[in-house]
């Protein structure tokens, strides 16, 4: 977990991280993390909170749907209503890389870009949208490209077949154990590919084949002017060359001027998008605005 307090300008003053509880109350570590955000900030005072949470969110409700990476239990207490009555401030959750997405459009890689297309690549893989700097949502939130199905033969015979079981750290990781390799991790799988094994190299490939298509899906639903691919995976050096070599190679009917970048906010650029939030979505504050 990440919490920062954020000003208007997408400038973070106080930034703390903390292990994600692997209790059922959530809220209360969470809650805990973004007061003691606030209580380090100083003459500086929160007006609001904005939640970025792993999984589709309802705008409307104000509440997380489902998050593959997170106990059930907690889609019924991460809601606005529980965490505002547990904050005292007013909270709006979020989809994750619907955050990330804004802050990279506001202030990072996408910044001065009409239509931007977000891609994280981590241990899940999320997206986000935005079209003249508008959130593109409608009651859920959108994009989530990471669970489409990118090998329709493998979907059909009940194996991994979408773009996050294929193509996410998580799915490197299952297929190295699969593969009789142990228990690694996505940065174990690109050492040892670097070191010559050749299983572990088949594997980095495949992940960033699984990308490639992933972003070319995204050129061709969105047609975004920039795709900004962010994530622990996706920002590795060597990912994104071989990524986006693979989609400029391919030949496809994308803009002629579209440009594929890496995250410039990195880690933060969900911190960061809590200062473009309400300008992206059309949310109106009835009380004195303050930082994020």
């Given amino acids: 977990m990440r919490a920062a307090l954020v000003e208007h300008n997408g400038e973070i003053f106080v930034h703390r991280t903390a292990a994600t509880p692997a209790h059922d109350d959530a809220p209360a570590a969470l809650v805990d993390l973004i007061r003691s955000v606030i209580e380090m900030s100083g003459q500086r005072t929160a007006g609001h909170a904005v939640v970025g949470l792993p999984g589709p969110v309802d705008y409307d409700a104000g509440m997380l749907l489902w998050a593959p990476h997170l106990p059930e239990t907690w889609t019924t207490v991460l809601t606005n209503d529980e965490l505002t009555n547990r904050l005292g401030l007013p909270v709006f959750i979020a989809n994750d890389a619907d955050l990330a997405a804004v802050g990279e459009d506001s202030f990072g890689a996408g910044m001065g870009t009409p239509d931007v297309a977000y891609l994280t690549i981590s241990t899940g893989i ?20 990471g669970h489409t199905v990118i090998d329709w033969n493998a979907w059909c015979a009940g194996r991994p077949s979408t773009l996050e079981q294929l193509g996410s750290g998580s799915g490197m990781a299952l297929a190295a154990a699969a593969a009789g390799m142990g228990d690694l991790d996505a940065r174990a799988i690109a050492r040892a590919a670097c070191s010559g ?13 699984a990308c490639a298509v992933g972003v070319c899906n995204l050129v061709m639903t969105f ?14 050096e060597d990912f994104f060359a071989a990524l986006h070599a693979m989609v400029v190679s391919r030949p496809a009917h994308r803009p002629k ?36």
């Fill in 197 to 209: 094994s050749r299983m572990a190299r088949d594997i980095w490939n495949r992940a960033v084949a």
């Fill in 126 to 145: 999320g997206a986000g949208i935005l079209c003249g700097g508008r959130l593109l949502r409608g009651r859920r939130s959108l994009a989530e490209v």
């Fill in 223 to 236: 047609s975004p002017d920039t795709v900004v691919v962010g994530g622990g995976v996706g920002r590795q």
């Fill in 257 to 292: 001027d579209l440009s594929i970048v890496p995250s410039s906010l990195g880690d933060v650029a969900g911190l960061a998008g809590a200062a473009g939030w309400m300008a992206a979505t059309s949310c109106s504050l009835e009380w004195d605005s303050g930082p994020y």
